[in-house]
């Protein structure tokens, strides 16, 4: 079946340090979207992207969607420790798929 | 505050038991989708109802079963709990289908500890 498979599963950077995770399918969605889950908290919705090589910014965020769209990234500038937490993307196919997460630590 | 509201928000029981979760999506939504998350662990899809029908189903065991009430409420219901069942379970809603990329907003979860 369809899997949505990030890389890498956990991330400890210095603040100020830049973090990408990565986020690929095993077949083409029609959308991607990422969320944020806070520690204890609960996964909210950041961005979704629909076009193939489509690229969106929010403050030092960045995403992109690949050409093929079975990958997808989120690159932070300059981390800082409110961008803790764990981070997923979900593909549209046939059905709506949750990645595995990456957990972000920031360390101060 | 996502507007999605699930009850209770901590649930202790033992092994054998059975528990319904139960979930009121965000006014307006017809979707609601159940997911469990375990330590460290991502998100596990469920099951996913609109407007009352069941409309798709992941990894949900047998043992589990849910349903997507007239006024769009859901409940889930677990039984004969195993000590593997202790997880956050999470209700979402959306508007319509994510299959169609819609945006899919979560409650704040119901945590189970089975013992």
């Known amino acids: 079946g369809q899997q949505v498979m990030q890389i890498p599963q956990y991330q400890h950077v210095q603040e100020g340090e830049d973090f990408t995770t990565y986020c690929n399918s095993s077949?083409?969605?029609?959308?991607i979207q990422w969320y944020k889950q806070r520690p204890g908290g609960h996964p909210v919705f950041l961005i979704q992207l629909v076009k193939s090589g489509e690229v969106k910014k929010q403050k030092r965020l960045t995403f992109q969607f690949g050409e093929a769209k079975k990958n997808s990234s989120l690159h932070i500038t300059a981390t800082q420790t409110t961008d803790v937490g764990t981070y997923f993307c979900?593909?549209?196919?046939?059905?709506?798929?949750f990645g595995t997460g990456t957990s972000l630590t920031v360390i101060p | 505050d996502s507007g999605v509201t699930q009850t209770p928000k901590h649930l202790i029981t033992a092994t054998g038991q059975r528990v319904t979760l139960r979930c009121s999506p965000r006014?307006?939504?017809?979707?609601v989708y159940w997911y469990q998350q375990s330590l460290d662990q991502g998100l596990q899809f469920l099951i996913q109802?609109?407007?009352?029908?069941?409309?798709a189903k992941g990894n949900i065991l047998e043992r589990f079963s849910a349903q997507q009430f007239p006024d769009l409420h859901s409940e889930l219901n677990l039984s004969s709990l195993e000590l593997g069942d202790s997880a956050l379970y999470f209700c979402?809603?959306?508007?319509?289908?994510?299959?169609?990329?819609?945006?899919?907003?979560f409650g704040p979860g119901t945590r189970l500890l089975v013992l």
């Open positions: 077949t083409t969605l029609s959308n």
């Open positions: 109802y609109y407007n009352g029908e069941e409309r």
């Open positions: 979402a809603s959306s508007v319509g289908l994510a299959g169609f990329g819609e945006t899919q907003y």
């Open positions: 006014s307006g939504d017809l979707s």
């Open positions: 979900a593909g549209s196919g046939n059905q709506f798929y």
